[in-house]
């Protein structure tokens, strides 16, 4: 089950000596999906950047991505907790699996700067999926 | 138990809008402890780059990075399997815990591309940690 | 005149802490920018990251460039000398002009990795611009 | 002259798929040899990130900068003007000379966020070198 994809063109500084994208270039297409999940949702999972923060990411790299053709990176699930939100995210090139990634965000109360309860609307929005 | 550091001065265009350093950033810093810890194993496990491919990475951000002081990336322990390399890194700054990584390498046949047994006198190496 | 127009949407790990996209991005951008005027060009164009190397760069920051609307960056002109490739790019959000950068690539001949005439062919393709 | 050195390690994930380090890796470098400059002189000179925009940019590539050797990137003249300052910086690697740049930075009232005269402490501090 897609939720919402982006499509990345991978960029020639993106690669490394071993003539493949690098890691870190990865870790960072994985947070241009992540946000633009958040901010798909609108109201209050936009702001997403500064309505969440990263608790933890796990990235498992299941084949190399090269430069030349698109990745599409898809939200395949975003499963809420009390506060906490685990969206996962797949990365396919030509159509092959390469790169699944599970990132645990957690809603900030952004007064307080503390964990707050993730609201009843956006709950809904994301049970919808 | 320390086995490995190194310090990183954390740069200003790490930085990203919400003021801390950003974790794709991170997860990069995470590439230079490893790297530099497998060189610093000499002869087997140094053309890190080459010999080993990274099969997945974790990352816990356990407290914010700032710019401005320096960060100690330590690699806390290093265990193989047979053809697997696990290595966890944990940051800290002003002695704080901030980040704790655990990344999975496969050591790597660099004629054949697949992954081989970690040699003997690296896997030495290691256990004398 | 518009040659060639490539769309950016700025990703949030690229600003930095002071609220806006870090000059290093915009430096990556123009690469993307430029690599992908030497792939349209197609044939002697292309393998354009292998065939040509960068020898200086000239970036005027016109304006901030900020994270949440897209950025075009067109190629504004591309002078052949005769090894040599000056390429004016432009970069604009919200149709204001924010970055005006040149850039001097070389034209290198891969075999014996010195600088080589630029091919009449491909001249005359730049030509027509 | 020299006014102010860093030493970087280039780290593996600057460098891209040509085997060296990418163009905008040390656009990157840069900055960090701008700001540790203008942080060493304390001061009114700190707070750089701040204080100070990004005007331009020049950077000229005159070798190959590659992986496995650290890089000391020294700013070599700081020439005020009204509001601006000039800042060359050199890097080498081996003690061959790699790059050269020349950034030109605007002074900002913070307040009234538009360019200010440097002031006459900061300017006879960088009258002394």
Known sequence: MSIDSVTISPRFYETDALGHINNASIAAWFEVARIRFLESLGGE????ARSWILASLQIDFI???FYGSDVIATVTSATPGNSSLTIVCEMSQH???TVRGTAVLVHMDQLEKK?????DGLREQLGAF
Chains 1, 2, 3, 4 share one sequence.
Do not use: Q
């Open 115 to 119: 964990p707050s309860r993730i609201p």
């Open 63 to 65: 084949a190399e991505t």
């Open 95 to 97: 159509e092959k699996l």
């Open 45 to 48: 999972g936009s702001e997403s």
